[in-house]
């Protein structure tokens, strides 16, 4: 594939981060995709997770209902 020049040159450098920032990231998607791992929600958010006691699962009511 040819390599694409885009022209940023009277862009605000913030603006330039942003999409550097764009670019690495469909190149991280592209790298994941070419290797086969696949995405199971179609983005990259991963929530925070922290040890417990609790074994299975518990709904939102008893969570807040414990609070």
Excluded: C, W
Aim: glycine letters at 6%; hydrophobic letters at 35%.
């Amino acid at each position: 594939m040819a390599e694409t020049v885009i022209d940023v040159h009277d862009l605000p450098e913030k603006d330039v981060k942003v999409l550097q920032r764009l670019v690495e990231l469909f190149r991280k998607r592209r790298l994941k995709e070419a290797s086969g791992r696949e995405e199971t929600s179609g983005n990259d958010i991963e929530l925070g997770t922290h040890p417990s006691d609790v074994i299975g699962s518990l709904t939102r009511r008893e969570i807040y209902d414990y609070l």
